[in-house]
């Protein structure tokens, strides 16, 4: 069933998916024949996690029961995306290494929304 969905949630989901699409485009066209094979394999896949989690970010918005679990899962997701795709696009477009160091604390917020979203189906089935 769907969840009634506030303002800033509804911004928060068009703006990633957006971006989305936007950086997947830009990295297509703009940045083939800029960028060695390393650093577009690099922003694909970047991409990728960017159009999975916004996706996700969606179904948890419209389709988890309002609660903390939701609000968690939403700001987790949220907080991959800029982390885990954010530091791919900047390495790729050459920022320094160190970076690269950053990318695995979006993954963790990937994966801990994922659990997220786990904790907010199972008291969804316990109501």
């Avoid at 390393?38 to 996700?56: M, R």
């Avoid at 995306?81 to 160190?98: D, E, K, M, T």
């Amino acid at each position: 069933m769907r969840q009634p969905v506030s303002k800033g949630a509804a911004v928060l989901v068009g703006l990633a998916g957006a971006t989305a699409v936007a950086f997947g485009a830009f990295g297509a066209h703009a940045l083939r024949g800029t960028l060695d094979a390393s650093a577009l394999g690099t922003w694909h896949t970047g991409v990728e996690y960017h159009f999975w989690h916004a996706l996700a970010l969606f179904v948890a918005v419209v389709g988890l029961p309002e609660g903390r679990s939701r609000k968690l899962a939403v700001g987790l997701f949220a907080a991959g995306i800029v982390l885990f795709s954010g530091s791919l696009y900047a390495l790729a477009l050459g920022a320094p290494r160190i970076v690269g160091a950053i990318t695995p604390l979006g993954g963790v917020a990937f994966i801990a929304g994922w659990l997220a979203v786990v904790s907010a189906l199972r008291a969804k089935t316990t109501m």
